[in-house]
């Protein structure tokens, strides 16, 4: 593994599922992030995690939870999901959160909610 | 919460010619990055850049915070420079990355 990865690729779910989406990264990062991508909008943050065990809400939490057990797994989970959940969501990663950290992003997780 | 605004929002290009994309940005920044999010939907880290510049090969980036704005410099293009280009700025302490709209940049044979 080098860098930061996601799984699944892609997924096509039914409404009122439940879905985890996983990231896991290897570069011993302390924060990690969750971002979705939708065309018009552009990314949005969903939820941070500037250290293992701690977590915080972005932009747009509503509908999605998060934990970090230990510094490199970061899942996001969506408990029922709905057809406004359908976009790309990206992982990403920094040393540590706080001010002015580069972010390094997975290549993103195309979620459709049918 | 800050504002960013990329110009112009799209761009055709000949291959060989040169180019600038400007993001502006309403407020005090901590961090200023620009990407490149290729047609597979990757988002590549081009420069890290909260002020200053910095040149990698045919691309470069200056930063004056000063005057709240960012330049992406893009030299001799190729078709494989095509993509969205993406300017995201971070503002206060909660590292929270902002993006702007992007820019899509077609570069044509």
């Known amino acids: 593994i080098a860098g930061i990865t996601q799984a699944p690729t892609s997924q096509i779910l039914a409404a009122g599922r439940r879905m985890t989406l996983r990231c896991t990264q290897d570069m011993r990062h302390n924060a990690m992030y969750w971002y979705r991508q939708d065309l018009g909008l552009g990314l949005r943050l969903i939820h941070y995690?500037?250290?293992?065990?701690?977590?915080g809400k972005g932009e747009v939490p509503d509908g999605y939870s998060v934990s970090r057990a230990n510094t490199d797994d970061f899942p996001l989970t969506l408990a029922s999901a709905v057809p406004s959940q359908t976009s790309v969501y990206f992982c990403a990663s920094s040393v540590r959160g706080g001010r002015g950290y580069e972010q390094y992003f997975g290549p993103g997780t195309r979620l459709t909610v049918t | 919460g800050i504002q960013v605004e990329q110009s112009p929002p799209d761009l055709i290009l000949q291959e060989g010619a040169n180019s600038t994309l400007r993001c502006n940005f309403s407020d005090s920044v901590n961090n200023l990055q620009w990407f490149h999010q290729n047609p597979w939907g990757q988002l590549i880290n081009l420069f890290y850049i909260p002020s200053g510049t910095k040149q990698n090969g045919r691309l470069s980036a200056t930063t004056v915070a000063t005057e709240r704005y960012s330049l992406l410099y893009i030299s001799s293009s190729q078709t494989t420079d095509s993509g969205v280009y993406f300017c995201?700025?971070?503002?206060?302490?909660?590292?929270?990355?902002?993006f702007g709209k992007g820019i899509t940049l077609s570069v044509r044979p």
């Open positions: 995690s500037n250290t293992a065990g701690t977590t």
């Open positions: 995201a700025v971070e503002a206060g302490a909660n590292s929270k990355l902002t």
